[in-house]
């Protein structure tokens, strides 16, 4: 099929999804049907002037976009049908649409999958083109091009802002923004497209192309040697959840219908999804490592973030927040649990807005305005931070939700984690720019001037008390049993310090569960292990990492087990050992080096991990003094039991070598 027309150019083509039939569309108004085999179908002019076309999932239809705006719905055979509602945007120029073909499953059954862009930056998505009340974004750039992954779940909107600075930004199908791609160059971005495996996108500019590497944010969790992790099929509206224990091969299935996120802690994974019964209501499934249901949990709110302790699960959506204790502590440590009668759990559940430092009543509004809304949220033992889009991030104390610290953050949070002994907030924002904050403990005195405000309102108390005895009146006194409400201006207490640290372009971080000072940070395709602020080491790694323990960091290639989801295979999973453990094991196994040299080197790095492997190098050479040493520095009353039972057998001179199983 060729070219033949000079009367004008083509504006725009497309092939349908099934790639049998091309419509090409001239700017004069011409529009021409072809198949696949380069024949020529049908051939029609229209009066106006043509822009865009787009075919809907099922070839049924063909949309044309006017010059002046308009979106017209035809035929297969080019007769009209109607107009399409644009939702007040009627007369602006439309500049680009990308429907979502479906091939890649739907994350939900009715999830908009239509985008259309305007030429002042206004994107809308729609379920459909007869959706009346689509998603409406202000993305606030202009020249916009857009297009969907080839899973339905990321819409890449790339443009230029006022100051002429190139940008992409990525939405879901929801109108939630998710990350923001800046892009070197003023010249503007012409066209967007995406990988076959939506691991990159590439992005044209002037007589360039730029590629770049995209983290899917996948629905996955890590506990109990159990990965957990969602994926859609394209036959069927339910969402597969695979529990995969690494340590014994075994794999269960299990399917939820309008599933929405997952998250884990200790041994049990909280799954989260919409309610198929009630309108507006959503539940929270407990399940164990093998996905067998341990408890549920009915909400009206619609869960947009989720964390969890060992004793609570707490979940957000941009204005309230909700706590769920499901099971109690049985000690003053937090590592023995029983679970919570029904009862006892519902009068300890929390339901309260952001702006609001008290529990909501009953009869609450869920749909209360919130001008700062909520971002992200994380837990720690007794400890919940909860991060807001202009940069606040407020800290509570469990298990009543005591507000504590209020951080200032100058950007906005998209990713939020505390490290292991509740001293530092690691915080990825919407910019893949990772900074640190030291955290305050929530008994630490007030500052200066919070105590001094504090100082004054106390004054003013006991002031106006004389005041009202002195012309006869009896000061009110509270209820025995009862406090002065706090106010929301003062229930804070101002804290945090920003730490000189600043990495760019990272995707994704997690806080060792046993040395603070630790933390893996993934950046582009390398991870690297901090000790404070300092790199120790890097490998290259596009894994995400599922635990930081005992030195060891554990990575899953999720990229790689998406694309066979039923069938996932050991090597798909990695364990990076660091640089300090390594070194520490060729020190103990190196027989020229004394175990002096090895004592002086794991007291300079000192680990309960590192402390065990020299214990079990000088079982090895026969040197009870420092195994006995390493065993206690590590906590290991058996090995400390073994050594003890050796000298008394007396086995040096007996040729045994002993060997301590783990």
Request: aromatic share 10%; proline share 5%; hydrophobic share 40%.
């Amino acid at each position: 099929m060729i070219n033949n027309r000079n009367k004008s150019i083509v504006a725009d083509m497309k092939w349908s999804s099934d790639g049998k039939r091309i419509c090409i569309a001239y700017e004069d108004g011409m529009v021409i049907m072809g198949s696949v085999e380069g024949n020529r179908i049908w051939a029609k002019e229209f009066k106006s002037q043509l822009r865009l076309v787009q075919w809907p999932p099922d070839n049924s239809s063909l949309l044309l976009v006017t010059a002046a705006g308009d979106v017209q719905k035809y035929d297969p055979l080019g007769n009209p049908i109607g107009k399409v509602f644009l939702g007040g945007s009627e007369g602006i120029p439309v500049v680009s649409m990308d429907w979502y073909d479906g091939a890649g499953g739907f994350v939900d059954v009715n999830c908009p999958t239509f985008a259309v862009a305007f030429e002042n930056g206004v994107v809308q998505i729609l379920a459909s083109d007869t959706d009346t009340k689509p998603v409406s974004i202000r993305s606030g750039v202009s020249g916009c091009r857009i297009k969907w992954n080839g899973t339905g779940t990321v819409l890449a909107v790339a443009g230029t802002y006022k100051d002429s600075s190139c940008v992409v930004q990525f939405y879901s199908p929801y109108g939630e923004q998710l990350r923001t791609l800046k892009v070197p160059g003023t010249t503007g971005i012409t066209a967007v497209a995406w990988e076959g495996g939506d691991l990159r996108v590439a992005l044209a500019m002037d007589s360039f192309i730029f590629f770049a590497n995209v983290r899917p944010s996948y629905h996955w969790a890590y506990f109990a040697h159990t990965l957990v992790y969602a994926f859609p099929r394209p036959d069927t509206a339910e969402i597969s959840i695979m529990f995969w224990n690494l340590k014994s091969d075994e794999k269960h299935l299990r399917r939820v219908k309008k599933f929405v996120s997952v998250y884990a802690k200790g041994d049990r994974c909280v799954l989260v999804s919409k309610s198929e019964e009630v309108l507006d209501q959503w539940v929270l499934i407990m399940c164990n490592s093998c996905g067998s249901l341990l408890d549920t949990h009915y909400l009206d709110m619609q869960p947009k973030f989720i964390t969890m302790t060992e004793t609570h699960v707490i979940v957000a959506n941009e204005s309230f927040f909700f706590v769920w204790q499901y099971q109690e502590a049985t000690n003053t440590e937090g590592t023995a649990v029983r679970l919570l009668p029904l009862e006892k759990r519902e009068s300890k559940d929390i339901l309260r807005h952001i702006d609001d430092i008290e529990d909501s009543k009953a009869n609450v509004n869920l749909r209360k305005p919130n001008n700062d809304p909520i971002t992200a949220i994380c837990a720690r033992d007794n400890v919940v931070c909860i991060a807001r889009q202009r940069g606040g991030v407020l800290q509570y104390t469990l298990p009543r939700m005591i507000p504590c610290v209020k951080y200032n953050i100058t950007c906005q949070p998209a990713k939020i984690a505390i490290n292991s002994n509740l001293t530092r907030l690691g915080i990825i924002d919407t910019q893949n720019v990772l900074t640190f904050c030291e955290m305050e403990s929530p008994n630490a005195p007030l500052d200066p001037a919070a105590a001094k405000r504090e100082r004054k309102e106390k004054r003013a108390a006991s002031k106006a008390a004389a005041t009202a005895k002195a012309g006869g009146a009896t000061p009110r006194k509270p209820a025995a049993g009862s406090a002065e409400k706090p106010s929301a201006q003062n229930a804070w207490r101002a804290g945090g310090k920003q730490i000189t640290f600043e990495r760019k372009d990272v995707w994704d971080f997690r806080w060792a569960e046993d040395v603070p000072e630790l933390c893996a940070v993934m950046e582009k395709t390398r991870m690297y292990i901090f000790r404070n602020t300092d790199p120790e080491d890097s490998v290259m790694n596009s894994g995400y990492v599922a635990r930081f323990k005992n030195l060891k960091v554990k990575s899953a290639f999720l990229d790689e087990i998406m694309r066979t989801p039923d069938k996932p295979d050991k090597e798909m999973v990695f364990s990076y050992e660091t640089i300090i453990l390594r070194e520490t094991m060729g020190i103990v196994e190196n027989k020229e080096m004394t175990l002096d040299d090895a004592v002086s080197f794991v007291n300079t790095h000192p680990h309960p991990r590192l402390w065990k492997m020299l214990a079990e190098a000088a079982l090895n050479r026969l040197d009870f003094q420092y195994a006995e040493k390493g065993f206690v520095r590590c906590k290991d009353y058996r090995g400390i039991y073994f050594v003890k039972r050796l000298r008394i057998l007396d086995v040096r001179g007996t040729g045994l070598m002993p060997h301590l199983t783990t």
